[in-house]
């Protein structure tokens, strides 16, 4: 029997790094695995345990079929390795960090990949992204009517809503109960 391919995005400030290093063990003790990300940038960066890697060094990996998944977004590259199709064949469930830009291509290559959107209140989004400082105020207020765009799109498929706007214990909480009724349905 396959495992199923969760793939969880969201607008960045949503919380998926902590949300995934919250509920990891747990996930695992369930069988399903977390995915780890190839990503062009800093090993320094602060956020998810991902392996940084350089543009050339990302761009070796794609020709040598390294990825099982890869995109671009937001000037960086993101790839997800080969190995998750062992894990799936064997029967695990894999959960991977995915981009919303990239779900139609993610789709194509895993037609039933079970998608799940982590989302905030507008308000707590614009306080997040506000307190990082990484980008100016027209920029975040792009970045937050694109994800009203998209969380409007989300809603009218099979993606599942998973809302990150209060403590984070109880979004691993229903994180894991998403995991075990769609696991409960297939």
């Known amino acids: 029997m396959a495992g199923r391919l ?44 991902a392996l940084a890697v350089t543009e050339a060094e990302f761009a070796q990996l794609r020709r040598n079929g390294a990825f099982a998944l890869d995109w671009q977004a937001n000037g960086l590259h993101y790839g997800i390795s080969r ?8 029967g695990e469930d894999v959960l991977v960090n995915g981009s919303r830009g990239y779900l139609g291509e993610a789709r194509d290559r895993y037609p039933q990949l079970q998608a799940v959107l982590l989302s905030v209140t507008l308000p707590v989004l614009r306080e997040r992204l506000l307190a990082r400082g990484r980008e100016s105020l027209e920029e975040i207020e792009a970045r937050l009517a694109r994800n009203q765009n998209f969380q409007a799109a989300a809603e009218q498929d099979e993606t599942l809503l998973l809302d990150n706007s209060g403590p984070l214990e109880e979004t691993v909480q229903r994180l894991l109960q998403l995991i075990d009724r769609a696991r409960a349905c297939a």
Do not use: F, H, N
């Open 6 to 49: 969760i793939y969880l995005m969201g607008p960045s400030g949503a919380g998926k790094d902590s949300l995934l290093l919250a509920a990891r063990e747990s996930l695992q003790a369930r069988g399903c695995r977390v995915a780890r990300r190839v990503i062009t940038r800093s090993a320094e960066a602060v956020g998810e345990d």
């Open 83 to 90: 190995q998750i199709d062992e894990w799936l064949e064997a």
